[in-house]
């Protein structure tokens, strides 16, 4: 007998050693296919595991529950780095902690939290800060017994006496309205479901607030209520399921404001707020295609509107006649300088501005006409109006920061143009001269430039040998801010370089950046992402191989996009709440988002918009082929992304994806949209995620 050699003998003993691994090693969910084909515009849509939408079926949650289990078998080992990781977070995080103190009406209000406490505790003084103090609201209290809690809206009457907020216990974004006697700490019987915004009259007594829809969850009807009523008459019922009911205050508390707004028209209704009862007067009627928004002061509507630029100029007119045929142009549209928000004070005006994707403050007076810009220190920063509910007032509070500079609130002095820091986030342990962050431009495909910022600590940046890690979001419209973040900073410290891609179809160089990534545009979003990973791997800000990317929500889908154009370019994946479905989803008239967004993504029951969308819908382009590692992460009560998108998402992945790269579904039975709402249990759900890539990533400690 012939015996083997000793390279076959340990390929036997391997090949058994390998065996038994696989044979004890946990294995995946394989969910059932039900097949479902839908023809429509020509084509057939496939959709599997379609059946998954059935919320009440015993077997989705079944199914979810296995895919939990597994998450938790397969992340095991990395528990104790999750931890770790958990606890150098929280050592840079003072838990105990009060904000700014702001004055209106007389009182000074301000949140505090405790350590130890998920959620804040909102207090006020009267007069003076060294006053007793006054608890409004103890969110702890509010959720206890409960599994989920959400504050919503939050209003103190003219008289300092009575307070409306609102509440979600589950995480649906459906809240409830609420009124507190802040004399006697009793709530009074006077509620009401499904409430969006709220806002009091003046009489002290009457209060506006808007619901929304059942099915759709759009805000879509204003009603009014008395203290003490038994029934809310609806004032107002806006029947174009395109748009949304918003209610405000102006600053002056003059005026009561009702904004209804689609993703691309908008229209604003006023009322004198001492008459709650009276009729609602329209500042200019909607006009497809444009949007505008107020403030007001001494009488005049300041009016930021995009009719003549998508980059929006400013506007005044008189109150007793806001209609275009008596606006006045303050600011004049420039295409390189969007302007992103206005705030009008009795004696001064500040107006946002956007100067190559940075936010700038420009402070004008009313009497001299004299503009300053607010000063910044850094690169790339976050700078925005702060709270500033006084009207009569020679001061302007402002918050600043940077991915290198924790959160500061500042307080800019009008008269002598100087301001004072009243208060940085204390952070335990950071020593700001050991980071640095850049603000380059990165060239997409078509040659325009892409704004992106970057971060790394000083002592571990060799260029070319860093991990990467790439955020972005790109849609809406919506700025990813260049913040500070406990979070990222166990990352950093790691030697891992941090970048956002400020991708079009967010709206950081303004409404032109976000409609270049939009519709029938949208495909910019993804390639803008791919180019930027390339691009800042070009120019040695990281190792090829050694590259992680995150999203969430619309983020998501990008992260779902990218995976399949490029799944070689990522190691590691991180996928939150994703929006994946864009087919399905869309489709149905019936979800919360879908017809609204309609002017975001297109309507797929066109067919132009139909083929387009379908080049890129994440769930519909998932292949037999290699895919990067994978960590999906979900909530089963989140009304924003449902969470059948995600489940789908990596039921169709598990079963077509050829590569041994793990995949991980986190599903959170009891979180909403932003997952758990404590702020522990977040801090330990990014955790888990960061421990996953850097895992992945070749860094276990």
Same mark, same amino acid.
């Given at each position: 007998?012939?015996?083997?050699?000793?390279?076959?003998?340990?390929?036997?003993?391997?090949?058994?050693?390998?065996?038994a691994?696989?044979?004890?090693?946990?294995?995946?969910?394989?969910?059932?296919?039900?097949?479902?084909?839908?023809?429509?515009n020509g084509?057939?849509?496939?959709?599997?595991? +379609?059946?998954?939408?059935?919320?009440?079926?015993?077997?989705?949650?079944? !199914?979810?529950?296995?895919?939990?289990?597994?998450?938790?078998?397969?992340?095991?080992?990395?528990?104790?780095?999750?931890?770790?990781?958990?606890?150098?977070?929280?050592?840079?995080?003072?838990?105990?902690?009060?904000?700014?103190?702001?004055?209106?009406?007389?009182?000074?209000?301000?949140?505090r939290?405790?350590? +130890?406490?998920?959620?804040?505790?909102l207090?006020?003084?009267?007069?003076?800060?060294?006053?007793?103090?006054e608890?409004?609201?103890?969110?702890?209290?509010?959720?206890?017994?409960?599994?989920?809690m959400?504050?919503?809206?939050?209003?103190?009457?003219?008289?300092?006496n009575?307070l409306?907020?609102?509440t979600?216990?589950?995480?649906?974004?459906?809240?409830?309205?609420?009124?507190?006697?802040?004399?006697?700490?009793?709530?009074?019987?006077?509620?009401?479901? %499904?409430?969006?915004?709220?806002?009091?009259a003046?009489?002290?007594?009457?209060?506006?607030y808007?619901?929304?829809?059942?099915?759709?969850?759009?805000?879509?009807?204003?009603?009014?209520?008395i203290?003490?009523?038994?029934?809310?008459?609806?004032?107002?019922?806006?029947?174009?399921e395109?748009?949304?009911?918003?209610?405000?205050?102006?600053?002056?508390?003059?005026?009561l404001?009702?904004?209804?707004?689609s993703?691309?028209?908008?229209?604003?209704?006023?009322?004198?707020?001492?008459?709650?009862?009276?009729?609602?007067? /329209?500042?200019?009627? %909607?006009?497809?295609?444009?949007?505008?928004?107020?403030?007001?002061?001494?009488?005049?509507?300041? /009016?930021?509107?995009?009719?003549?630029?998508?980059?929006?100029?400013?506007?005044?007119?008189?109150?007793?006649?806001?209609?275009?045929?008596?606006?006045?142009?303050l600011?004049?549209?420039?295409?390189?300088?969007?302007?992103?928000?206005?705030?009008?004070?009795?004696?001064?005006?500040?107006v946002?501005?956007?100067?190559?994707?940075?936010?700038v403050?420009?402070?004008?007076?009313n009497?001299?006409?004299?503009?300053?810009?607010?000063?910044?220190?850094?690169?790339?920063?976050?700078?925005?109006?702060?709270?500033?509910?006084?009207?009569?007032?020679?001061?302007?509070?402002?918050?600043?920061?940077?991915?290198?500079?924790?959160?500061?609130?500042?307080?800019?002095?009008?008269?002598?143009?100087a301001s004072?820091?009243?208060k940085?986030?204390?952070?335990?342990g950071?020593?700001?001269?050991?980071?640095?962050?850049?603000?380059?431009?990165?060239?997409?495909?078509?040659?325009?430039?892409v704004?992106?910022?970057?971060?790394?600590?000083?002592?571990?940046?060799?260029?070319?040998e860093?991990?990467?890690?790439v955020?972005?979001?790109?849609?809406?419209?919506i700025?990813?801010?260049?913040?500070?973040s406990?979070?990222?900073?166990?990352?950093?410290d790691?030697?891992?370089?941090?970048?956002?891609?400020?991708?079009r179809?967010?709206g950081?160089?303004?409404?032109?950046?976000?409609?270049?990534?939009?519709?029938?545009?949208?495909?910019?979003?993804?390639?803008d992402? /791919?180019?930027?990973?390339?691009?800042?791997?070009?120019?040695?800000?990281?190792?090829? +191989?050694?590259?992680?990317?995150?999203g969430g929500?619309?983020?998501?889908?990008?992260?779902?996009?990218?995976?399949?154009?490029?799944?070689?370019?990522f190691?590691?994946?991180?996928?939150?709440?994703?929006?994946?479905?864009?087919?399905?989803?869309m489709?149905?008239?019936? *979800?919360?988002l879908?017809?609204?967004?309609?002017e975001?993504?297109?309507?797929?029951?066109?067919?132009?918009?139909?083929?387009?969308?379908?080049?890129?819908?994440?769930?519909?382009?998932v292949?037999?082929?290699? !895919?990067?590692?994978?960590?999906?992460?979900?909530?089963?009560?989140?009304?924003?992304v449902?969470?059948?998108?995600?489940?789908?998402?990596?039921?169709? *992945?598990?079963?077509?994806? /050829?590569?041994?790269?793990?995949?991980?579904?986190?599903?959170?039975?009891?979180?909403?949209?932003?997952?758990?709402s404590?702020?522990?249990?977040r801090?330990h759900?990014?955790?888990?995620?960061?421990?996953?890539?850097?895992?992945?990533?070749g860094?276990?400690?």
């Amino acid at each position: 007998m012939r015996y083997p050699g000793l390279s076959a003998l340990l390929l036997i003993v391997g090949t058994a050693t390998a065996l038994a691994q696989s044979a004890s090693a946990p294995q995946p969910p394989v969910a059932e296919k039900i097949h479902k084909e839908r023809p429509i515009n020509g084509a057939v849509l496939v959709d599997d595991y +379609g059946w998954l939408r059935e919320r009440t079926n015993p077997k989705v949650r079944e !199914y979810l529950e296995a895919e939990n289990a597994y998450a938790e078998q397969v992340t095991a080992d990395e528990k104790p780095f999750a931890e770790k990781l958990y606890n150098e977070t929280l050592a840079h995080i003072k838990q105990t902690d009060t904000s700014v103190p702001y004055r209106k009406h007389g009182y000074w209000y301000y949140t505090r939290t405790e350590e +130890g406490k998920q959620y804040p505790v909102l207090c006020r003084k009267k007069e003076t800060l060294s006053a007793p103090e006054e608890v409004m609201l103890d969110v702890n209290e509010l959720a206890k017994g409960e599994k989920f809690m959400s504050l919503g809206a939050f209003q103190v009457s003219d008289d300092s006496n009575l307070l409306a907020f609102t509440t979600d216990n589950v995480g649906f974004r459906q809240y409830k309205l609420h009124i507190k006697d802040l004399r006697t700490g009793k709530l009074l019987p006077d509620t009401a479901e %499904r409430t969006d915004s709220v806002v009091w009259a003046s009489d002290n007594k009457t209060l506006l607030y808007s619901t929304e829809d059942a099915q759709t969850k759009r805000s879509n009807l204003v009603h009014l209520h008395i203290l003490g009523a038994a029934s809310d008459p609806v004032v107002f019922d806006e029947k174009d399921e395109r748009y949304d009911v918003n209610l405000d205050r102006t600053r002056d508390g003059k005026y009561l404001l009702m904004q209804t707004e689609s993703h691309v028209t908008g229209e604003i209704r006023f009322l004198t707020a001492d008459t709650p009862n009276g009729e609602w007067k /329209i500042i200019e009627p %909607r006009k497809e295609g444009v949007r505008y928004y107020a403030d007001e002061a001494n009488s005049t509507f300041y /009016i930021r509107v995009n009719d003549t630029d998508p980059s929006y100029r400013l506007v005044t007119a008189p109150v007793e006649s806001p209609g275009k045929n008596h606006w006045t142009e303050l600011i004049a549209a420039r295409k390189e300088v969007p302007i992103e928000d206005i705030d009008a004070f009795k004696d001064f005006y500040v107006v946002t501005e956007r100067i190559k994707g940075l936010p700038v403050l420009q402070v004008v007076t009313n009497k001299t006409k004299e503009t300053h810009a607010v000063e910044v220190p850094e690169p790339a920063y976050f700078l925005s109006s702060g709270t500033n509910p006084e009207f009569e007032t020679d001061k302007f509070r402002y918050n600043y920061q940077s991915p290198i500079t924790p959160s500061s609130t500042f307080e800019y002095d009008v008269k002598t143009q100087a301001s004072t820091l009243l208060k940085q986030q204390e952070v335990p342990g950071f020593d700001k001269s050991k980071y640095a962050v850049e603000r380059i431009f990165v060239p997409a495909k078509d040659g325009v430039g892409v704004p992106v910022t970057v971060v790394y600590r000083k002592d571990k940046f060799k260029r070319g040998e860093n991990p990467l890690f790439v955020y972005g979001y790109g849609s809406y419209g919506i700025t990813m801010p260049d913040t500070f973040s406990v979070t990222l900073l166990p990352l950093l410290d790691r030697g891992v370089v941090t970048t956002i891609a400020h991708i079009r179809g967010g709206g950081e160089l303004g409404e032109a950046w976000h409609d270049a990534g939009k519709m029938m545009t949208k495909r910019n979003t993804f390639t803008d992402f /791919i180019d930027v990973t390339d691009g800042l791997l070009a120019q040695g800000y990281g190792k090829r +191989g050694d590259v992680g990317i995150e999203g969430g929500s619309a983020g998501g889908l990008l992260m779902g996009a990218v995976t399949n154009m490029r799944p070689d370019l990522f190691k590691v994946v991180l996928c939150e709440v994703p929006f994946v479905d864009v087919m399905n989803t869309m489709l149905d008239a019936t *979800l919360p988002l879908t017809v609204p967004e309609y002017e975001e993504w297109g309507n797929p029951n066109q067919k132009a918009a139909f083929d387009y969308m379908l080049t890129y819908s994440p769930y519909d382009n998932v292949t037999a082929k290699a !895919y990067p590692a994978i960590l999906v992460q979900t909530s089963f009560d989140d009304s924003q992304v449902m969470y059948w998108e995600p489940s789908k998402y990596v039921a169709k *992945l598990r079963a077509l994806k /050829i590569d041994q790269n793990p995949l991980i579904f986190f599903i959170n039975m009891h979180g909403g949209h932003g997952g758990s709402s404590g702020r522990y249990d977040r801090i330990h759900e990014s955790d888990r995620r960061y421990a996953f890539m850097l895992t992945q990533l070749g860094i276990t400690q």
